[in-house]
């Protein structure tokens, strides 16, 4: 389904390199909900964007059923963290859920059905006229969920969804996401940097080394397939996987594609913008 | 309730009648005994503004004046918006074309005036590409800046749901760069109001300017002074008009700001 080979980024800058990723490879079957985290500043948003096909990688390919990323693939969804950047502002949550769908021309019916649909299970089948910014954060990632569930894709990305909404809300959008992949049948791939998050979330968790990045560990998430905040949260298997990631989280912080070489410049000092930047100039040279 | 809402009405109907009455009743007593032939009495003036400013008269004057402001006022947007989304979207282009623009946007134009009749004539063609030529300015340059301040991403949200060229013009770039837009345009029609006045005293049959000139010419002072207190209304009417129009085409910006200034 969707295939990482030896991906590597490299952002090119006037005086210095910085290799943020070194060389990833693993594999996300269709139907799978892979969680991905890894300590911050180690690439998670450059690898989502290079999967996205928003970035161009240094080395290595992203194929998605076989045919490789170069740009935004039709099937893929992207849920960005900053809900507030990624919602149109001047549109209400009705336009900003059916608009990425207009291109598809699939007739007005089926539009608002779709549009209906994505609303009704996020739960703001009441909000179709509000604006975004009237909205609290949570609701405002409920619609970009919304957007993304009513576009039909076979993959979703997420990039840290959940990390700028409070706690309680956070659990009930993990609980959202988790029925969203059982009733749509979607490939999901969660970023996250929240250890618990991944444990929770996922069937497998992809634990990613500090930059410049390589795979630290595949972990298959052994717990049953019906998972709630309580149950789920307190049992020792939950408690036994967590303290694993942890652990590998730990170990992956002094640990990269090159750990004998000295430490390289951490890509997380670079400011989104920066990078962008980066990369920028990296194409036009 | 309703009485507060009743008093918070007739305070903000003070407020902004206040400050105008309290200038026309200083204006209205310093010269009510005013023997000076240049200075005539406030009552004079607004007697004659009655008399001159005839419905035949708007129509000769008034409404040619009007419709070569809102011709160069409407190509000036066309063309400064246009213009600005091409050097706000390229990197290349802005570096080519920005030290021109600015050299352009330094020259005053009314001083183009006597060019611009060179080769356009003393038509109404002349007196639109004049406006056109003063007022497309803060409105490419705001334009450019609006486009540049894009998100990064809502850009990359765009993408990735291939929403892509005119469907991502229309609903991503102009829609986000509109409030700096609006700010150009508002700039714009001051600026476009002067170059009308202007243009047409220099070279006119009829219009507003060509008005006002005449009677100075004439010494018909008081009717000049009732022209230009004429023009201070139709720059205000115009101005609340923008403001109506804006308050509809940036309600979400207002919103927006309101919602981030209160949490």
Not at chain 1, 198 to 210: D, F, H, M, W
Not at chain 1, 246 to 268: L, S, T
Not at chain 2, 86 to 107: K, Y
């Given at each position: ?285 | ?106 020259i005053p134009p009314p001083v183009l005036v006597p060019v611009i009749m060179l080769f356009a004539g003393i038509?109404?063609?002349m007196k639109?590409i004049v406006?056109?030529s003063g ?60 170059l009308?006045?202007i243009s047409?005293m220099f070279a006119a ?59």
């Amino acid at each position: 389904m969707l295939d990482v080979r030896n991906l590597q980024k490299i952002y090119t800058g006037r005086n210095r390199n910085v290799e943020a990723l070194r060389n990833l490879t693993f594999h996300i079957g269709a139907g799978e909900l892979v969680c991905l985290v890894g300590p911050s500043g180690c690439g998670k948003t450059t690898l989502l964007k290079c999967m996205a096909g928003l970035l161009t990688p240094t080395g290595g390919e992203v194929t998605l059923d076989g045919h490789p990323v170069t740009g935004p693939p039709p099937g893929m969804a992207v849920v960005f963290q900053e809900y507030g950047r990624s919602l149109f502002a001047w549109m209400n949550v009705r336009d900003n859920v059916a608009l990425p769908l207009r291109r598809k021309k699939l007739g007005k019916t089926r539009e608002k059905e779709l549009v209906d649909h994505a609303l009704e299970v996020v739960g703001l089948a009441d909000a179709h006229q509000a604006y975004p910014w009237q909205l609290s954060g949570g609701m405002q990632q409920r619609v970009a969920i919304a957007r993304a569930v009513a576009f039909e894709p076979k993959v979703l990305l997420m990039d840290e969804p959940f990390a700028a909404v409070d706690a309680q809300t956070r659990a009930e959008l993990e609980d959202l996401i988790r029925h969203l992949w059982r009733e749509l049948g979607v490939t999901v791939l969660f970023v996250t940097h929240d250890i618990d998050e991944a444990v929770y979330l996922g069937q497998r968790t992809i634990i990613l080394s500090t930059s410049p990045t390589v795979v630290q560990e595949d972990l298959t998430i052994d717990l049953p397939d019906e998972r709630d905040q309580l149950h789920t949260r307190s049992s020792t298997r939950f408690a036994e996987l967590r303290a694993h990631v942890y652990e590998q989280i730990q170990r992956a912080k002094h640990h990269n594609g090159d750990a004998e070489a000295p430490k390289d410049d951490d890509p997380d000092t670079l400011t989104d913008d920066r990078s962008h930047d980066l990369a920028v100039q990296n194409t036009e040279s | 309730m309703i009485r507060t809402t009743v008093l918070t009405a007739a305070r903000r109907v003070l407020l902004v009648l206040g400050m105008p009455a309290v200038l026309f009743a200083v204006w209205w007593f310093a010269t009510a005994d005013s023997t000076d032939f240049y200075v005539p009495p406030l009552a004079t003036i607004l007697q004659k503004f009655g008399e001159v400013w005839t419905v035949e008269r708007l129509l000769s004057d008034v409404v040619p004046s009007l419709i070569r402001l809102v011709a160069g006022y409407l190509l000036a947007v066309v063309v400064g918006v246009g213009l600005g989304l091409v050097v706000g979207m390229s990197r290349v282009v802005r570096d080519v074309l920005e030290p021109v623009l600015e050299l352009f946007r330094a020259i005053p134009p009314p001083v183009l005036v006597p060019v611009i009749m060179l080769f356009a004539g003393i038509g109404d063609t002349m007196k639109v590409i004049v406006i056109v030529s003063g007022c497309m300015w803060p409105i490419l340059l705001n334009t450019v800046e609006g486009v540049r301040a894009g998100d990064e991403v809502l850009s990359d949200t765009c993408r990735s749901y291939g929403i892509t060229g005119v469907a991502r013009l229309r609903h991503l770039v102009l829609r986000s760069a509109s409030p700096q837009i609006v700010t150009g345009m508002r700039q714009a029609l001051s600026i476009a109001i002067i170059l009308m006045v202007i243009s047409e005293m220099f070279a006119a049959i009829n219009g507003l300017g060509f008005t006002i000139v005449q009677f100075q010419r004439s010494f018909a002072i008081p009717e000049m002074w009732s022209g230009v207190l004429l023009l201070g209304l139709l720059g205000f009417a115009l101005s609340l008009l923008f403001r109506f129009a804006e308050n509809r085409v940036l309600a979400w910006y207002h919103g927006l700001r309101r919602a981030q200034r209160n949490p």
